[in-house]
């Protein structure tokens, strides 16, 4: 079993920056892929990054890291929109494979609520 969790979210002026850190306990997640998702208010859960691969609303903006060391994951968010408000949730999978979708991903975190005002 894996427990994750997020800390970092808050609230940002357009246009500022956020850090993002997930902490995966239970067993190492070393060679497992993970990834964050977000969900904004009223809307369904969305793919934002994992690995190299990132959503086309954030790219350019967000960075995902990880230090396995401390068995984290990490999300730097610069250049906030609006649109970013969202619950942030890092999510990890029990295989190796990079994914986009979150059915793909079987440990999730409980989030972290990011909000960007105008």
């Known amino acids: 079993q894996v427990q994750l969790v997020e800390s970092g979210g808050g609230l940002v002026q357009a246009g500022g920056s956020l850090r993002l850190s997930c902490e995966a306990s239970g067993r190492t997640v070393r060679n497992q892929a993970m990834a964050w998702f977000r969900q904004p208010p009223g809307k369904e859960r969305e793919f934002v990054a994992t690995g190299t691969l990132y959503a086309e609303a954030v790219k350019g903006r967000f960075t995902i890291s990880r230090d396995n060391a401390k068995n984290t994951l990490y999300l730097q968010m610069n250049s906030l929109k609006p649109e970013d408000t969202a619950m942030y949730y890092c999510?990890?999978?029990?295989?190796?494979?990079?994914?986009?979708?979150?059915?793909?991903?079987?440990?999730w975190g409980q989030g972290t609520q990011v909000t960007v005002s105008s």
């Open positions: 999510a990890a999978s029990a295989s190796q494979i990079m994914s986009v979708t979150a059915g793909r991903y079987n440990y």
